[in-house]
């Protein structure tokens, strides 16, 4: 009943259409109050606070670690030059990671293959993926209990062996580039000794006559042309010096001058030989859409480096137009004539002007 009498002078004083009443707690009384809600008084947020609780552990966090570094700095600069390389080089490889899992994600979406990429996508991803199959290398032998120790002494003691270009200084990139280059070297003649063995099984007198003379060009110390390599394509894509028809000492020679290790049977050494010129060929393609131009000087170099000259010591200018006559070769072959691509990683590159003897 006095529900209803509430309900009915609400009405009949005009009141406006809505809820008729509001329940309200009134500090000092045990029983609820009548009346409009009240706004809540609490403004701080658990967010805010706990974002506000870890930067400032941040910051101290940060403080801390930069008196250590001075700390190291000034009592043991060798050591201290040592931890900051290692610092560096896994935030480079964490920034290389975090890339290569963009460029990954970007071909899910859009459904590209390796060869669709950008020419930088793809030299990344190609990089990156020998650079982690190195560190997953150091990975597995650090497993066993207190290995790890060892695994640091090695790596401070053969750097070259055990590291990626990650972790190392910029003297040892020049004198580890100069040592692989010296050991890729070392595979040319014996190259160039199974190209001449193959001269006799050429069947077109003309082919036979092209081989001897760019073989002997090679032999005087002279660097061939793309004029040179181009006639003897039908040799390259075919018997004798197609890839299928090599034999195990060739490859395991071809396999040294591309730097991938000799030490396995004949049939991984034709699939990683034709997989990695393959590669090659495909990234020669995409750096053509792009254009020399575009790269900078460093580009330019590990682009001349990677496919057989010894681009460390060299101008910029004389590895630009030697880049640019790769690309002409590579960019004129199929893929029935690969072999030909392989042997001039060789060819154009042994006795190049300027380079070291």
């Known amino acids: 009943m006095a529900l209803s009498r509430v309900c009915w002078r609400r009405f009949s004083l005009g009141g406006p259409p809505g809820p008729f009443f509001s329940l309200r707690l009134q500090p000092g009384r045990r029983s609820p109050a009548w009346g409009p809600p009240r706004p809540s008084r609490l403004h701080l947020s658990s967010k805010v606070a706990l974002k506000s609780v870890f930067s400032s552990v941040m910051t101290k966090a940060k403080l801390v670690n930069d008196k250590y570094n001075r700390f190291l700095e000034r009592r043991f600069p060798r050591f201290y030059l040592v931890y900051s390389l290692f610092l560096q080089g896994f935030q480079m490889l964490w920034a290389d990671a ?84 010296a050991l890729r070297k070392r595979s040319h003649p014996e190259i160039l000794s199974c190209l001449e063995k193959a001269i006799p099984l050429v069947s077109d007198e003309a082919l036979r006559w092209h081989l001897t003379q760019l073989c002997t060009k090679v032999r005087n110390g002279a660097s061939p042309g793309v004029h040179d390599l181009q006639p003897l394509k039908e040799c390259f894509s075919d018997y004798p010096l197609n890839m299928v028809y090599l034999s195990t000492a060739h490859m395991k020679a071809l396999s040294r001058a591309m730097f991938l290790t000799p030490h396995l049977p004949s049939v991984l050494l034709r699939y990683r030989l034709r997989y990695h010129i393959t590669v090659l060929h495909q990234l020669d393609k995409a750096l053509k859409r792009l254009g020399i131009g575009q790269l900078t000087a460093q580009e330019i170099k590990s682009a001349c480096y990677l496919r057989g000259l010894d681009s460390t010591h060299l101008a910029e200018e004389k590895c630009q137009k030697w880049l640019k006559d790769w690309l002409q070769l590579s960019c004129s072959l199929r893929s029935s004539e690969m072999s030909l691509l392989l042997h001039a990683v060789v060819l154009l590159s042994t006795s190049y002007p300027g380079t070291r003897r």
């Open 98 to 181: 975090k890339k290569a899992r963009r460029i990954k994600a970007l071909m899910a979406q859009q459904k590209l293959m390796f060869h669709q990429l950008s020419y930088r996508d793809m030299e990344h991803m190609r990089q990156f993926r020998r650079d982690i199959t190195k560190c997953l290398f150091l990975g597995i032998i650090s497993i066993p209990p207190f290995a790890n120790y060892l695994v640091f002494l090695l790596m401070y003691l053969f750097p070259r062996q055990l590291l990626i270009r990650h972790f190392w200084t910029s003297k040892q990139q020049m004198e580890f580039l100069d040592i692989y280059h």
